[in-house]
C-alpha cells in the first residue's frame, strides 16, 4: 500500500488521514460515532454520500398548486 504514496503528497495525506482518524477516536463516545463522523469527513471510495438534511415539512392545506 504505501509504495505509491509519494514523499510530497501521499506522506502528507496519509498523516492527515491518520491524525483526522486519531481525533475523532478522541472525541467519540463509541464505534458506531466514530464512524459517523469519518463518514461524514472521509467518506469510503465507491460508497453513496449519506446527507443530513434538517428541514421541517411546510404544513399543507390543500389549497396549495
Known amino acids: 500500500m504505501s509504495q505509491g504514496l509519494t514523499r ?3 506522506y502528507p495525506k496519509l ?5 483526522a ?3 475523532f477516536m478522541k472525541i467519540s463516545r463509541n464505534y458506531l460515532e466514530f464512524l459517523e463522523k469519518m463518514d461524514a469527513h472521509y ?6 454520500h449519506r446527507f443530513d438534511f434538517d428541514y421541517e415539512r411546510d404544513k399543507d392545506d390543500g389549497n396549495s398548486i
Open 8 to 10: 510530497n503528497v501521499g
Open 15 to 19: 498523516r492527515e488521514h491518520l491524525g
Open 21 to 23: 482518524a486519531i481525533a
Open 43 to 48: 467518506p469510503r471510495f465507491g460508497e453513496q
